[in-house]
């Protein structure tokens, strides 16, 4: 069975800087991709950023180019989400997931939560203003 925890999540001050993490277990193969997501209260569910762990390709939202970065040392080994320069505005709960969609694929559809098939149960992050 297939398994993500996350992990990270906390509250800080407004310019503070989190590491998410996201250890996945019960995976059998190694060519598969990892994204993370936020929700947070009364918005929808939005991709926030994805790492082909085989590959190495990294996608990120606008709203988070330049202050968050995705990292993991391969597969079967934690993801980590790096977010620097928190805003309230990233105040939510963070999300990681995985898929088995690829290259052209992946490309196409990292930011669609219906593409990914198993989900962490979530870790929240809380910035003050």
């Known amino acids: 069975e297939v398994q993500l925890v996350e992990s990270g999540g906390g509250l800080v001050q407004a310019g503070g800087s989190l590491r998410l993490s996201c250890a996945p277990y019960g995976l059998t193969f190694d060519d598969y991709t990892i994204g993370w997501f936020r929700q947070a209260p009364g918005k929808e569910r939005e991709a926030v950023s994805c790492?082909?762990?085989?590959?190495?390709?990294?996608y990120y939202a606008e709203s988070v180019k330049g202050r968050f970065t995705i990292s993991s040392d391969g597969a079967r080994n934690p993801v980590y989400l790096r977010m620097n320069s928190l805003e309230p505005e990233d105040t939510a709960v963070y999300f990681c997931?995985?898929?088995?969609?690829?290259?052209?694929?992946?490309?196409?559809?990292?930011?669609?939560?219906?593409?990914?098939?198993?989900w962490g149960q979530g870790t929240q992050v809380t910035v003050s203003s």
């Open positions: 997931a995985h898929t088995d969609k690829k290259g052209a694929r992946l490309s196409e559809l990292w930011h669609e939560s219906s593409a990914y098939d198993y």
């Open positions: 790492i082909d762990l085989e590959a190495g390709t990294t």
